[in-house]
């Protein structure tokens, strides 16, 4: 059973920068992990995501060049670091995973998920 442990949100102003960390636990060698989000009254949608082997990753076009994601194996972490963050960017962030290592961007591909840290961009 793999588990999923996310942190790092926080209310923060305009502009401003957080580092998402999402650690996991269990059987967790040869996947893909990823990042999504979700706002009030909308669908969770895909951030990020990166390949086991680390140098494959695919953003959103709302992320490309706004939001950073890499990993460390050897910790069985995966971060996501945001910068320039606008009041939009406001949502819970959740890490999930895919022991497939397919890349996907849907929701269904992954099997486990973090239980969500909030992020708040306000002035």
């Known amino acids: 059973q793999v588990q999923l442990v996310d942190s790092g949100g926080g209310l923060v102003q305009p502009g401003d920068s957080l580092r998402l960390s999402c650690t996991a636990s269990?059987?967790?060698?040869?996947?893909?992990m990823a990042w999504f989000r979700q706002s009030p009254g909308k669908e969770r949608e895909f951030v990020a995501c990166?390949?086991?082997?680390?140098?494959?990753?695919y953003y959103a076009d709302s992320a490309q060049g706004h939001f950073t994601i890499s990993r460390d194996n050897s910790k069985n972490t995966v971060y996501l670091q945001t910068n320039n963050l606008k009041p939009d960017d406001t949502a819970v962030y959740y890490c999930?995973?895919?022991?497939?290592?397919?890349?996907?961007?849907?929701?269904?591909?992954?099997?486990?998920w973090g239980q969500g840290t909030q992020v708040t961009v306000s002035s």
């Open positions: 990166v390949k086991w082997n680390e140098r494959v990753t």
């Open positions: 999930a995973l895919d022991p497939y290592n397919r890349a996907a961007t849907e929701v269904r591909s992954y099997d486990y």
């Open positions: 269990g059987h967790t060698s040869m996947n893909t």
